[in-house]
């Protein structure tokens, strides 16, 4: 059995939006983030069963959730949406949340998604969904890192 420094530990991130909800994952050996998917998110909240199967299919050891800030640095409009989501997957799934500024996150996402449908290595257009499960991608990249704000969520 490999000692605990060389188990690859599983993370997935979450970039929290009013309709979407984008999810990657990574890991703690190759320091980078792979997006999944984008879950929805209604009115009465996010998509549980859906974000229940994602735990389910790849147990995590810790969750990351991006914070909107607006450019100045003030929370963003989301900010407390945000707060309550990362509260709420601590709570259910009794596992470590930390949090990370995800400014510019959506638009780097879809610069990135641009340029590789210009360079022809994406063929299909480029929808909401792959810019948000993009973005939750950008976010655990900057946490593995060592990116993460001090404030517990």
């Known amino acids: 059995m490999p000692s605990p420094d060389t188990r690859a530990q599983l993370f997935l991130a979450f970039d929290f939006g009013l309709r979407r909800i984008g999810v990657a994952t990574g890991d703690s050996i190759s320091g980078q983030a792979a997006p999944l998917t984008a879950v929805a998110h209604h009115d009465s909240g996010p998509d549980w069963a859906a974000i229940d199967a994602l735990l389910k299919a790849y147990a995590p050891r810790q969750l990351v959730v991006g914070t909107p800030y ?69 976010i655990l990249e900057r946490w593995l890192a060592g990116e993460q704000e001090d404030r517990d969520s």
């Open 70 to 138: 607006n450019v100045d640095g003030s929370p963003g409009k989301l900010a407390g949406a945000a707060d309550g989501f990362a509260a709420a997957l601590r709570q259910r799934y009794q596992l470590p949340v930390a949090r990370v500024d995800e400014r510019w996150s959506s638009v780097e996402a879809g610069a990135e998604l641009k340029q590789r449908r210009q360079a022809g290595t994406r063929r299909r257009r480029v929808q909401r969904e792959d810019i948000d499960s993009l973005s939750a991608a950008i």
